[in-house]
């Protein structure tokens, strides 16, 4: 009797918690089958669930132990298996056929998307658009570096005109279709906007991409969805989705490769060295672990670093100065701050991007 009320409850339970827990967030993109699958399979294996469980609790108590009663052994049934096959059988072809069909449309890429590319790292994203001619330059990693962040080669003319996004932002026009394609430049890292349900690995060495049509303008979170690391959690990009005109302007705003590195430095009326050191932080993954606005993350916030004095986790103090910093970036375990995890990587860096890098943490305090 207990039992087949804890049956009972169990599936009660479970419906509950499934109507009355958050659902999907809105869908944002073309992708309303992939919705229709999901909720195919839930509605599916959820009513199995509850037929198989309240059937269960009937059986408990309907077969229980009863005085003068005797189970009859019964070895085989080809009628009742025959039936079990083939209502399974059609089970499993509901379930799978559909997502058959998305798939099919999932790998089959309109002709007139969008390509733009994501590159993941720990812990961070940046975007390249292919500029006027629609073709990006070739790529190799061997040619990145703080200047060439995307190891474009300088060679390729396609290359010339492609547009760099090297922060976490990318835009996207509203109603057309994008092919995303993905590189990582470490481990494996994910590309996933909810609210455009497709979600695929960026893989060291390999080129993957994904597809979706955005439906709706809007502000949408991009998280990497496969853990990377200490970071993976901070490795978070925001994509916007906007009308066409808008989306021009804003990548007509964006730097060119051919010009990104001659002009790096120059436009901005900054000192060139801290210029050079935001760049590094960015490409060097810093970002990933160390923000520029006081809050925490997975390291020390550099904002107003310079000149405080810091708790290490020994017990002890230290003044934050050049040779702090020096020291921290090249042998990171040494002076470990308070509450942080000993998790960054030693860097070796050469005399003059150690400076720039210096020079842009102190210029994020303002004294120097
Ligand atoms: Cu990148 Cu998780």
């Not at 108590?61 to 003068?68: E, I």
């Not at 049934?77 to 025959?82: A, P, Q, V």
């Not at 559909?98 to 790998?107: I, K």
């Amino acid at each position: 009797m207990l039992l087949a009320i804890g049956l009972v409850v169990v599936v009660i339970g479970t419906v509950l918690f499934n109507f009355l827990s958050p659902s999907f967030t809105p869908l944002a993109s073309n992708w309303g089958q992939i919705d229709f699958t999901l909720n195919l399979t839930i509605a599916m294996t959820g009513i199995v669930f509850v037929v198989i469980n309240l059937l269960m609790a009937y059986f408990v108590l309907r077969y229980r132990q009863q005085p003068g009663k005797k189970a009859a052994f019964e070895p085989e049934n080809k009628k009742l298996e025959l039936w079990l096959i083939g209502v399974t059988a059609i089970g499993v072809v509901v379930l799978l056929a559909p997502g058959l069909f998305v798939y099919s449309e999932f790998v089959n890429t309109p002709k007139d998307a969008l390509v733009v590319e994501a590159v993941a790292q720990q812990w961070q994203w940046s975007f390249r658009l292919p500029g006027q001619d629609g073709e990006f330059g070739k790529t190799s990693i061997s040619l990145i570096n703080f200047q060439n962040p995307f190891g474009i080669d300088p060679e390729d003319p396609n290359g010339q005109d492609d547009v760099l996004v090297p922060g976490n932002e990318i835009h996207l026009p509203l109603n057309r279709p994008v092919k995303v394609l993905l590189r990582s430049k470490d481990v494996l890292h994910d590309f996933y906007v909810p609210e455009f349900r497709v979600k695929m690995d960026a893989i060291p060495g390999a080129i993957s991409s994904l597809w979706f049509t955005p439906t709706k303008a809007g502000t949408y979170e991009l998280a990497c969805a496969e853990y990377c690391g200490l970071g993976h959690h901070t490795m978070r990009g925001v994509v916007v989705v906007e009308a066409q005109q808008t989306f021009q302007d804003w990548v007509a705003a964006q730097a060119i490769f051919s010009e990104e590195v001659a002009e790096a430095g120059t436009n901005t009326g900054q000192d060139p060295v801290v210029v050079l050191g935001q760049q590094l932080a960015q490409t060097k993954g810093c970002l990933g672990c160390h923000t520029t606005d006081g809050t925490p993350s997975v390291g020390p916030s550099w904002k107003g670093l310079f000149g405080k004095q810091e708790s290490l986790s020994d017990g002890t103090t230290v003044a934050v100065d050049e040779a702090y910093l020096a020291e921290s970036i090249a042998d990171p375990s040494a002076k470990v701050v308070e509450n942080f995890p000993p998790a960054m990587p030693p860097y070796t860096l050469n005399e003059e991007d150690l400076e720039a890098i210096i020079a842009y943490i102190k210029s994020l305090t303002g004294n120097d």
